[in-house]
């Protein structure tokens, strides 16, 4: 997750405007239906956090959306955003924030819709100002388009809270489809709490990226079910590109690893494990790619433990860039210490790369023997030795079935088969 990824940002005030705009969990509206089932249909995908001023963040919310064109359903995405007059003298809104409502093209038809706040930080309040943000952005959105069948909620904080306040207002039936670490990380407050238990109560379908992830939220909030579909991989690792090939046998053997550079993702570990195993080694590299708050210490780290000319830090890169790093790459590492899914690692062996990733949450399911190593979350120990085995095991691993079986249980078809048979 980026920075926007907080359900907590902004803190919302509690206001008249929450049971307003969303009842009370026993009150319900009557709904339209079941939904679309099988049959493709009208939906609209509302992202809790997506391409915004203060990071890009939700990649993968497009690609669903594509997957699901891909499939035949009409799909389009409502993005309704906060922004604060803090982020004004920051200089943290985007060029053309704050005109009432925009529609762009990214291969799904996106409708933005901004809102200044002005309310102090109290409980409730990114909640109340996001369902009255949605709310607009839904009524402009369908007297052009009609009432979709389905509202599909990228999150509960806070798609899921306008989603709730559309099925009020219009009977929509929705999905809820969970991204957050924040459950994982215990960061939400009582008040979040609340509203995570209204929007649960009465999503049609509750969705989460990975089993073990929805055994948390099964447990977190008892009653609720919690059914499993994983983030398909994109176009740019979709694409049957001409791979070029891993290094010649004289190169140096490429550790890449691509995540926010912040410290849940675990790169301090990585480094300290990676200096232990391979300082002084001119043959053996590690490349990160992503841009973060963390990068200036990660620096002085590979500094103070003598590898600083064997780590290169790449900066944000692009979906197409990333694969061609993973092309160029030998193996892929991801030591975060919690993940809801970890889309990097599909990318990774439909890139043909073996993987070595934390039991973190998401990858638990992702990574088997066939494909890569598997180890503990913040143990160090464990770490280097998984980096030291594939350092020496990673051309044992066959890069075109790493490919196929990547592409045959993460493709675009495989979500859109399963999206299918949950909404039914």
Known sequence: MDGRD???????????????????ATERSDSRGSGPGASPGHIVAIPSWYKSARGSGGGYFR???LALQAAGWRVAMLAPDLYTPRDLRRGQVAPG????????????????????????????????????????????????????DLVQAHSTLNGGVVALAIKRRYGIPFIVMEQSTAFAQERLRWWERDLVRRVV??????????PRVG?????????????????????AFV??????????????????????????????????????????????RLRLAGEGPIRGDLERLCAERGIAAQVEFLGLLSAPQVRAEMAAANAFVLASDVETFGVVVVEALASG???VATASGGPDHLVNPANGLLIPTRDRQALRQALTHMRHQADDYDAAMLRAEALRLYGPEAFARRFAEIIV
Not at 119 to 148: D, I, K
Request: charged content about 20%; glycine content about 10%; hydrophobic content about 40%.
């Open 201 to 210: 109560a009465e999503a049609q379908h509750c969705i989460a990226p990975s």
């Open 353 to 355: 790369r073996p993987v």
């Open 97 to 148: 924030r704050g005109r009432r409502v925009r529609v762009e093209d990214d291969g799904v038809p996106t409708w933005r819709r901004d809102t200044l706040v002005l309310l102090p930080r109290l409980p409730y309040r990114n909640a109340t100002m996001m369902a009255w943000c949605g709310l607009r952005l839904f009524a402009e959105y369908t007297a052009v388009n009609g009432l979709p």
């Open 63 to 65: 690609d669903q959306a």
């Open 215 to 235: 055994e948390l939220l099964a447990g977190q909030y008892p009653g609720s079910r919690w059914e499993c579909l994983s983030n398909p991989l994109g176009e």
């Open 239 to 284: 694409a049957d590109l001409p791979a070029p090939p891993r290094n010649p046998a004289a190169g140096p053997f490429i550790f890449l690893s691509a995540a926010r550079l912040s410290p849940e993702k675990g790169h301090a570990a990585l480094i300290e494990a990676f200096a232990e195993a391979f300082a002084g080694d001119p043959g053996t």
């Open 6 to 24: 907080k359900p907590g940002h902004g803190d919302f005030g509690e206001a008249k405007l929450v049971p307003t705009l969303l009842g009370t």
